[in-house]
């Protein structure tokens, strides 16, 4: 009589452990459920898409466009929230002096307030990266002459260097957003060669530099995908930044010329009409400004807890 | 800011302070004759100064004869040389809003922008402190969260927008504070001060608060992130182990440590807050020097234009150098590292 194979009694003494398969989780589902454990940044990421989608969509939803003065009325400015005007369109939050609807005025103006500061931010996020990226690759000379550069930059407070660039190139789109390139790409140059610097001591870069893979190859497609969190969640930041930094620059009058009011002219027209007590023209783009700004910060805060794997319990 | 002191800092390891100096003042003259490059060559190869320059009502003749007077026939090196020479004499060029020399209609406006700055870090300090000493004691009070939750809106808010809502609220509907221009001034020294009259000082409370409002915020969370370190640390436990009031454990013990990363950011902050004050100036029509530039700008006021970067410029790598050797000097760390 043989025994019976050992794994046979291990089995019958021991009920089958259940093997817990890690239930396939994919890492964007397992982010998504780290993310939504906050509710205050589901909050700000449900306002920001909304804030998105209005710009996305102004023209289809607007109740006026705001560009076109055939509708526009000059004896319906400046009228207070709620008002009804001459042709009996109603304006919830009241008319700018050239007898403007408000409101469609902000859905417009998100758009090119949404427009220069993401297009700016990914802008500065390529430049910054491939910079920083190439930095800590290559090291030597090349690597501190980059990181001096950003040292140096970061010295200048980002307001000074708008006001340098736009004092000398002039306003217009094209040259704010220039601008708040220059501003931000050091952030994103520092934040891309610090993790660079410790992902490129990991195995699988080794592995990959073994295989005799061109530099480019190694840097892009190996290392920069591990070095994306951190960059994405300064991307936030900076895009919230630069939305802010446009809005003041535009506010000053250096910014977006007048034909494409952003929000920051918008307010800027409204200034004023303020001291008299007409409130509403700077106000309300004011609001709009501060809620696109708060909700992105939100989620950028919740996604640097959520990618940031040190913080993990 | 801070990051970019600590990251200067690091280069600092191996070589000895007077090395490191002399890199600092090479690097310095280097940022500000980059400066002059740029802003000669904004100025001059980008815009045409002969548009800008000379009256569009001038004929050919005098055209010519102006073209030679500024030296604009030359080669544009000849140029730039003599660009650079105005700037080393202070000859900037004369002002055409104010037919003054630029240099002079700036530092005639300079006073009003130091006052107004120096106001809004004095605030930052007796507000950000004592209200990040009371959040970093009572971490779990409702004042202490409501203070946190406050200060990530003072980091966040647009300034120029604070700045409208406290016209609104302060000026418009409650009326309890004037919202523009300097008020009454006193001379003191050959200049004109604000802060020296009733009048003039409960001008400055507005644009000054808005102006401190976002280092209230960093100072507020500096040094409640630096009592919170403090508290649970040997020492602050064994000076109250030996029976030290409360008030001398936190006003001696614990402010000591807390001071150092606080003076660094006030240092480094200052820079800032006079950048930031050409918004703040704009919005509260307070005549210094950022409201100069901006209205500049506007007017195309190119000698004014050029001569303020140039001054600016020259400031901000004065301040750099200034805090990073009072860095280096006040780090125990640095010192060490010098030492080997």
């Known amino acids: 009589m043989s025994a019976p194979p050992l794994n046979a009694i291990v089995e019958k003494a021991l ?3 259940e093997i817990v398969a890690p239930r396939e989780e994919s890492p964007a589902r397992r982010l998504a459920i780290e993310f939504a454990q906050n509710p205050m940044a589901v909050v700000g990421l449900v306002v920001m898409l909304l804030i998105l989608l209005v710009a996305l969509v102004a023209p289809l939803i607007a109740p006026q466009n705001p560009y076109d003065l055939a509708v526009l009325d000059i004896m319906d400015g400046r009228l207070p929230p709620g008002s009804v005007g001459g ?3 109603r304006f919830v939050i009241g008319t700018d002096d050239q007898g403007r609807d408000m409101l469609s005025g902000i859905m417009y103006g998100l758009r090119i307030s949404l427009f220069v500061g993401a297009g700016s931010a990914l802008i500065a996020g390529i430049i910054g990266s491939s910079l920083g990226l190439a930095a800590a690759y290559a090291g030597g000379r090349f690597e501190s002459a980059v990181m001096r550069l950003v040292d140096l930059q970061l010295s200048f407070p980002s307001i000074l260097v708008a006001l340098i660039i736009l004092a000398v190139l002039g306003k217009g789109i094209g040259n704010v957003m220039l601008a708040l390139v220059m501003v931000e790409w050091a952030y994103y140059a520092r934040t891309a060669r610090g993790s660079a610097i410790a992902e490129r001591r990991r195995e699988y870069i080794e592995a990959a530099e073994c295989l005799a893979l061109s530099r480019a190859r190694v840097v892009f497609r190996h290392l920069l995908p591990n070095c994306l969190p951190p960059l994405i969640v300064v991307g936030t930041f900076q895009m919230a930044r630069a939305i802010a930094l446009e809005a003041t620059l535009s506010f000053l009058g250096l910014g977006v010329p007048v034909t494409e009011p952003s929000l920051g002219l918008l307010i800027a027209n409204g200034y004023q009409y303020m001291l008299s007590g007409k409130y509403w023209i700077s106000f309300y783009p004011g609001i709009a400004l501060l809620i696109t700004i708060v909700s992105i910060n939100l989620v950028g805060d919740q996604l640097r807890d959520v990618l ?3 913080l993990k319990r | 800011m801070l990051h970019s002191g600590i990251a200067r800092v690091a280069w600092l390891g191996g070589s000895g302070l007077a090395t490191w100096l002399i890199r600092r003042l090479i690097q310095a003259v280097f940022v500000v004759l980059a400066m002059t490059l740029i802003v000669f060559l904004g100025v001059n190869v980008i815009g045409n100064p002969v548009d ?7 004929d050919a003749q005098e055209r010519a004869r102006a073209i030679a007077a500024l030296g604009l026939d030359k080669p544009l090196w000849e140029q730039y040389l003599r660009f650079l020479g105005g700037v080393l004499k202070g000859d900037l060029g004369r002002s055409f809003v104010y037919n003054e020399p630029a240099i002079r209609v700036i530092i005639q406006r300079l006073p009003a922008t130091m006052e107004l700055a120096v106001a809004a870090v004095l605030i930052s300090i007796f507000v950000g402190i004592p209200a990040g000493l009371y959040a970093g004691l009572r971490p779990n009070g409702w004042l202490s969260r409501a203070l946190m939750a406050g200060s990530i809106l003072g980091f966040s808010l647009p300034s120029f927008w604070v700045g ?8 418009v509907q409650l009326g ?6 300097r008020g009454e001034t006193l001379g003191l020294g050959g200049v004109q001060w604000s802060f020296l009259t009733r009048d003039g000082f409960l001008h400055m409370i507005l644009p000054a608060s808005n102006l401190a409002l976002f280092n209230v915020s960093l100072i507020m969370r500096l040094t409640r992130a630096g009592v919170r370190e403090a508290m649970p640390s040997d020492y602050v436990r064994f000076a109250r182990a030996k029976g030290l009031r409360p008030r001398r454990v936190i006003g001696v013990h614990v402010m000591k440590n807390i001071m150092i990363p606080v003076v660094t950011v006030v240092g480094l902050e200052l820079g800032t807050t006079i950048a930031f004050s050409v918004v703040t100036e704009s919005i509260f029509a307070w005549p210094g020097m950022g409201k100069l530039i901006i209205d500049s700008i506007n007017l195309l006021d190119r000698p004014i234009i050029v001569a303020y970067l140039m001054l600016i410029v020259l400031l901000f790598v004065g301040i750099n150098l200034v805090v990073d050797l009072m860095y280096a000097a006040l780090d125990p760390r640095v010192r060490l590292e010098e030492q080997g």
């Open chain 2, 176 to 181: 309890w504070l004037p919202s523009t221009g």
């Open chain 1, 308 to 310: 940031n794997p040190r």
């Open chain 1, 87 to 89: 042709e009996g369109t």
């Open chain 2, 52 to 58: 800008i320059l000379i009256s569009p009502e001038a």
């Open chain 1, 15 to 17: 009920p089958a452990p």
């Open chain 2, 164 to 171: 409208l809502m406290l016209i609104m609220v302060f000026a």
